[in-house]
């Protein structure tokens, strides 16, 4: 799985895949990601980060516990938490 991951986002299409990711993500736009300045230099300017420091960011971002257990909402807009 992680080298799956680490393909995706040292491409152009993974830059976008990164910032479509951080777009939705409640925790970074609130400040309470817990990798924030690398997320911000990712999400900001992609084209200074090299391809592995890109896809360093990418694995954090795609197994962030935070994100994985944020409430999500079905459909019908019933509250879907992780777990319960």
């Given at each position: 799985?992680n080298?799956?991951i ?5 491409s152009?299409?993974g830059d976008?895949m ?6 939705s993500?409640p ?26 420091e ?6 954090k971002c795609?197994?962030?516990s ?16 992780p777990?319960?």
């Amino acid at each position: 799985m992680n080298r799956k991951i680490t393909e995706i986002t040292t491409s152009k299409d993974g830059d976008a895949m990164l910032a479509h990711r951080l777009d939705s993500c409640p925790f970074f736009f609130n400040r309470q990601c817990p990798y924030q300045a690398k997320m911000e230099r990712a999400y900001l300017i992609p084209g200074l980060l090299t391809a592995s420091e890109r896809a360093d960011c990418g694995q954090k971002c795609m197994s962030c516990s935070r994100y994985k257990k944020r409430p999500r909402y079905g459909s019908s807009r019933l509250r879907i938490v992780p777990g319960e």
